[in-house]
């Protein structure tokens, strides 16, 4: 049987890149791979901008419904942005074997004014036409239960082969913190930005942030140093800072997060400062990282970890390590994924 992929993004696309192209890569997995338009921007003005693309996208998903009868498939997260789960679940009700992967609250995401297709209508859709349905975390699968009863947890996983270890853990003449994601969830550094500039005038402080060149956070652009994301160089760069930060806001999209900054961190062994946000909790508890809710609690974690000793940053850093690879690393999770995407 052949293995199908179904995504909204490209390689391009972290959620697709994490939940799917990685796993196929580790796994060293053939697919006919399916993706919308190829890249990681699927907004309704870009598909505006390029409807001819858009035409060719959705009548290639009409023929892979007929292409992937009896045969696997594995849907991550959304296969269109103008569907709200109707051309999701054709395809996975037509495969012999259908696998539907969520990483994020996408219960919580609606129609809108300015958007009339609904991923919460897609992502139920989907979890009741699947014969397996993947949770990123316990928070994500407990909603999926009230639609599915095949619902597995696999975490979003690190491949520790693609991260450099720190192993100096000495702070040079100014502490340096790191940030990576997405330039949507760059809104989150703005919540402690009292906290970074207090550590920046008092200690020099500086944060090097991974993601979009394009990006902004007004308030913090002083002390950033922006670096844009590339697979050549992000696990490196994360071990010349001295810690990582993860910061979230208590509501209910951010209580479905899988912690996947900490993860990284901890895959470079960084100490690691969280808010204690959904599973957040859990994985800063496992590796001995700080959490911190309000702005004086992130100005104390962040003080603790820059006047640490050597000594104790490096204990941090590397028992968040061995927790990142015995919890959640590809090593650790691979053959789940795989008996559950590739059964019998």
């Given at each position: 049987?052949?293995?199908?992929?179904?995504?909204?993004?490209?390689?391009?696309?972290?959620?697709?890149?994490?939940?799917?192209?990685?796993?196929?890569?580790?796994?060293?997995?053939?697919?006919?791979?399916?993706?919308?338009?190829?890249?990681?921007?699927?907004?309704?003005?870009?598909?505006?901008?390029?409807?001819?693309?858009?035409?060719?996208?959705?009548?290639?998903?009409?023929?892979?419904?007929?292409?992937?009868?009896?045969?696997?498939?594995?849907?991550?997260?959304?296969?269109?942005?103008?569907?709200?789960?109707?051309?999701?679940?054709?395809?996975?009700?037509?495969?012999?074997?259908?696998?539907?992967?969520?990483?994020?609250?996408?219960?919580?995401?609606?129609?809108?004014?300015?958007?009339?297709?609904?991923?919460?209508?897609?992502?139920?859709?989907?979890?009741?036409?699947?014969?397996?349905?993947?949770?990123?975390?316990?928070?994500?699968?407990?909603?999926?239960?009230?639609?599915?009863?095949?619902?597995?947890?696999?975490?979003?996983?690190?491949?520790?082969?693609?991260?450099?270890?720190?192993?100096?853990?000495?702070?040079?003449?100014?502490?340096?913190?790191?940030?990576?994601?997405?330039?949507?969830?760059?809104?989150?550094?703005?919540?402690?930005?009292?906290?970074?500039?207090?550590?920046?005038?008092?200690?020099?402080?500086?944060?090097?942030?991974?993601?979009?060149?394009?990006?902004?956070?007004?308030?913090?652009?002083?002390?950033?140093?922006?670096?844009?994301?590339?697979?050549?160089?992000?696990?490196?760069?994360?071990?010349?800072?001295?810690?990582?930060?993860?910061?979230?806001?208590?509501?209910?999209?951010?209580?479905?997060?899988?912690?996947?900054?900490?993860?990284?961190?901890?895959?470079?062994?960084?100490?690691?400062?969280?808010?204690?946000?959904?599973?957040?909790?859990?994985?800063?508890?496992?590796?001995?990282?700080?959490?911190?809710?309000?702005?004086?609690?992130?100005?104390?974690?962040?003080?603790?970890?820059i006047h640490d000793s050597a000594e104790g940053r490096s204990l941090r850093g590397r028992q968040g390590g061995e927790y990142i690879a015995q919890n959640f690393s590809f090593t650790a999770w691979g053959s789940a994924w795989k008996s559950l995407v590739l059964p019998g």
């Open positions: 049987m052949t293995l199908h992929t179904v995504a909204r993004y490209g390689r391009g696309g972290a959620s697709s890149r994490v939940r799917l192209y990685d796993w196929l890569d580790y796994l060293s997995l053939d697919a006919v791979e399916n993706n919308y338009l190829g890249g990681n921007d699927t907004s309704l003005r870009f598909v505006i901008r390029n409807a001819g693309a858009v035409l060719r996208a959705e009548r290639a998903l009409r023929r892979l419904v007929t292409d992937c009868q009896g045969q696997r498939l594995i849907l991550s997260r959304s296969a269109s942005p103008l569907s709200s789960g109707g051309i999701e679940e054709r395809l996975l009700r037509a495969a012999g074997h259908a696998v539907y992967d969520f990483d994020d609250a996408l219960y919580e995401r609606g129609r809108t004014r300015t958007n009339p297709f609904s991923l919460s209508d897609t992502w139920r859709r989907s979890c009741a036409a699947a014969d397996v349905v993947i949770a990123g975390n316990e928070e994500l699968a407990s909603h999926a239960l009230a639609v599915s009863r095949n619902v597995h947890v696999i975490p979003s996983c690190v491949n520790l082969e693609h991260y450099t270890a720190k192993t100096d853990f000495e702070i040079g003449a100014a502490p340096r913190g790191v940030w990576i994601g997405s330039a949507s969830t760059e809104k989150y550094l703005a919540h402690i930005a009292p906290s970074l500039l207090k550590l920046h005038r008092e200690a020099g402080l500086r944060l090097t942030v991974i993601s979009h060149p394009q990006s902004s956070v007004p308030e913090l652009e002083g002390l950033i140093d922006r670096v844009p994301w590339q697979a050549s160089t992000f696990g490196s760069l994360l071990a010349q800072a001295d810690f990582g930060i993860m910061p979230l806001t208590d509501e209910p999209w951010s209580r479905g997060k899988c912690a996947y900054k900490l993860l990284q961190y901890g895959a470079a062994n960084l100490p690691v400062i969280g808010s204690p946000v959904g599973v957040n909790e859990q994985v800063i508890s496992g590796m001995g990282g700080l959490a911190a809710s309000t702005e004086s609690e992130w100005s104390e974690a962040l003080h603790a970890v």
